[in-house]
């Protein structure tokens, strides 16, 4: 973004009632604390525990660093400034969070369609999936994640590198996005609004075909199981992927394709807030709660730690 006269932008937030923003003060600190605790949880399990070496738990390991650093892109800098009553931000600043925050959210819709490929080669070609999903293919997948999602933005990013900004500098949002900048720029932002949609209904067509794909030769694989027993089996191994792809898909669509969430920015920032604090929150535990293996490993670590402790 070409500055103008500005040198810094100031964070509207969503409300100015002091009493409102202790309680969201209090929920976000919360959420974000049980977010990255989780998910490092998580990350700390599957480099310990042998059990967890597998493409599977590869992938889930770097979904979590995802979130992680997507949420903490988001929130600390809001909770500081409800804390301190400080809403301004640098220019450099707001240019980092736009970066990080489509960074890591672009990425985690390529690695969730990675994940699906896994658990269609692991349900419709059980013999060959150790074959077919080696180590160094997910982490090529991992690195092809992100760099897809490098490559989405690129774009995007090098047209708001070019906006400028002459003196209207409130961002009614609690955080630096694309959208609230778009709106106060002194720059003609068509190109840059076409390239934004387009990016982002790309991004979400492609990986969502990945994912329809998969989960329908699952499912038709799933079905043709003779067992009642296997299916169940085998539904379980991707139970916890199908809610997180809903979640994150969901609200996505919500924000992107719902007219009245266009034109309502109360409403956008609701859904942005609850996407960079919640999601993240859900996720350790739909993971944890509906998977034995990590639920085992969990328990293993804790009995470990203390015996150690007691020695």
Not at 47 to 55: A, I, N
Request: proline share 4%; with cysteine; charged share 15%.
């Amino acid at each position: 973004m070409r500055n103008g006269t500005i040198t810094a932008f100031i964070l509207l937030g969503l409300t100015d009632d002091p009493e409102l923003q202790v309680l969201i003060f209090i929920f976000l600190f919360l959420t974000y604390m049980l977010s990255v605790t989780g998910n490092l949880t998580i990350i700390t399990l599957t480099f310990v525990d042998p059990h967890l070496k597998t493409p599977m738990y590869l992938f889930l390991q770097n979904f979590s660093f995802l979130e992680i650093s997507f949420t903490t892109a988001c929130i600390p800098r809001y909770l500081y400034s409800i804390a301190t009553g400080d809403r301004v931000i640098t220019y450099k600043a707001c240019v980092i969070q736009v970066f990080f925050t489509d960074l890591c959210g672009v990425s985690e819709f390529f690695l969730l369609a990675a994940m699906s490929y896994d658990r269609y080669v692991a349900i419709c070609k059980p013999l060959r999936y150790v074959t077919i999903m080696s180590s160094s293919v997910c982490r090529s997948h991992i690195f092809c994640s992100w760099l897809a999602g490098l490559l989405v933005i690129i774009s995007p990013l090098s047209l708001g590198l070019n906006l400028k900004f002459c003196d209207l500098n409130f961002i009614d949002h609690f955080l630096c996005d694309a959208s609230p900048l778009l709106k106060i720029s002194c720059s003609d932002t068509w190109l840059m609004e076409q390239t934004v949609f387009i990016c982002a209904v790309l991004t979400l067509i492609l990986t969502l075909m990945c994912v329809g794909l998969s989960y329908t030769y699952i499912i038709k694989t799933i079905l043709g199981f003779p067992s009642v027993q296997q299916r169940k089996k085998a539904f379980s191994t991707c139970s916890s992927h199908m809610i997180v792809v809903s979640i994150t898909y969901g609200t996505c669509m919500f924000i992107y394709m719902n007219p009245t969430a266009k034109k309502e920015v109360t409403i956008n920032k609701v859904v942005s807030l609850l996407v960079s604090s919640i999601s993240p929150t859900l996720n350790p535990f739909i993971y944890t709660l509906r998977n034995k293996q990590v639920k085992k490993a969990f328990s293993d670590s804790i009995k470990r730690t203390v015996a150690f402790l007691k020695k």
